[in-house]
């Protein structure tokens, strides 16, 4: 009963997980949601049904992953047993050491920086266009401040819940990439872990820059009452101030284990990134909600491809 409901919380997990991914590729492919969303009105054609196609059109997406997920799964299972290994015998820790792991974290680095360029002009772009005079912007920066003081005054008494989120952050993201919770372990101002079925360098870092208890509460925003808008982003403001504190807190690059295996300066590029990207995506939604934030993602994106051609140019003379 126990494994069922871990079963189903992960699927629910990623099923939301696919739905936003969507989402967040559409600037970059919009011919893949177009893609899906014409095969689902395909779909309620053939049997003559009045689904909504967007809906329809994840719930496509979603299957067509879980298949290629297993087949790749049952692929990587087939080749370690032909190789007479197995999964629980693999350390982590070992794969970030090996040197395919050192050669990816360079290519990934030199890749990142386009988009750690474009997504830091988004993210002044959202910031200069916001207003104190909007009611959102308002209750946002109230609940932020709220927040900090009293983190300020009574920071020592967050240790517990501050290592529960941070181990819960790391499970959320594992479960994401299909990886299953097995054990999770908090012990209060020491630390805590978790243990996944895997394990990869985004699930590793994600503390470290997902703004977990925000991102959690944007579906909320889809069927809260309008006379509920100002509570809803002031308690936005709460989490997002909890995060940036609670993650300067813990994010000690020397020190930190997360860090320290991954790799240092490569954590640190990723950890940059996904910072810029979260923080520009819940403040951009802060304006006008999901449009807004896709706006932020298309402008991040342009600015990239941007850059990468004025290097073009220059390289090619």
């Known amino acids: 009963m126990k494994n069922m409901m871990l079963r189903a919380i992960q699927y629910l997990v990623v099923s939301i997980f696919v739905s936003f991914l969507m989402y967040l590729i559409s600037p970059f492919f919009p011919g893949l949601s177009i893609f899906f969303i014409e095969?689902?009105?395909?779909?309620?054609?053939?049997?003559?049904?009045?689904?909504?196609?967007?809906?329809?059109?994840?719930f496509l997406a979603f299957a067509i992953f879980l298949i290629v997920y297993f087949i790749?799964?049952?692929?990587?299972?087939?080749?370690?047993?032909?190789?007479?290994?197995?999964?629980?015998?693999?350390?982590?820790?070992?794969?970030y050491a090996s040197v395919p792991f050192s050669v990816f974290k360079i290519l990934?680095?030199?890749?990142?920086?386009?988009?750690?360029?474009?997504?830091?002009?988004?993210?002044?772009?959202?910031?200069?266009?916001?207003?104190?005079?909007?009611?959102?912007?308002?209750a946002f920066s109230i609940g932020f401040a709220i927040w900090s003081i009293l983190w300020l005054l009574f920071w020592k008494k967050w240790g517990f819940f501050s290592i529960?989120?941070?181990e819960i952050t790391h499970m959320i993201v594992?479960?994401?990439?299909?990886?299953?919770?097995?054990?999770?372990?908090?012990?209060?101002?020491?630390?805590?872990?978790?243990?996944l079925a895997g394990v990869n360098f985004i699930i590793t870092l994600a503390p470290y820059f997902l703004l977990t208890l925000c991102f959690l509460m944007l579906p909320l925003y889809l069927v809260i009452q309008p006379?509920?808008?100002?509570?809803?982003?002031?308690?936005?403001?709460?989490?997002?101030?909890?995060?940036?504190?609670?993650?300067?807190r813990e994010t000690r690059i020397n020190h930190q284990p997360d860090i320290v295996f991954t790799g240092k300066y490569f954590s640190l590029v990723v950890i940059i990134l996904g910072n810029i990207f979260?923080?520009?995506f819940i403040l951009a939604f802060i304006q006008a909600?999901?449009?807004?934030?896709?706006?932020?993602?298309?402008?991040?994106?342009h600015y990239s491809l941007e850059m990468v051609r004025n290097l073009a140019h220059v390289v090619t003379g």
């Open 39 to 58: 095969m689902a009105k395909d779909i309620n054609r053939l049997l003559k049904t009045q689904m909504n196609p967007r809906t329809l059109g994840v």
């Open 72 to 95: 790749l799964s049952k692929m990587a299972i087939l080749f370690r047993k032909r190789a007479g290994v197995e999964w629980s015998e693999v350390n982590p820790l070992v794969r």
């Open 108 to 138: 990934i680095s030199i890749l990142l920086c386009p988009l750690i360029y474009g997504f830091t002009r988004a993210l002044c772009d959202t910031i200069l266009s916001l207003s104190m005079a909007d009611n959102r912007m308002l």
């Open 164 to 166: 529960l989120e941070h």
């Open 174 to 195: 594992g479960m994401c990439f299909l990886h299953r919770p097995k054990k999770l372990m908090v012990v209060e101002n020491e630390g805590g872990w978790v243990q």
């Open 227 to 248: 006379r509920y808008i100002a509570p809803y982003f002031f308690v936005m403001g709460v989490f997002t101030s909890y995060h940036t504190l609670s993650t300067i």
């Open 278 to 280: 979260c923080y520009g």
């Open 289 to 301: 909600g999901f449009s807004s934030s896709s706006i932020f993602i298309e402008k991040g994106w």
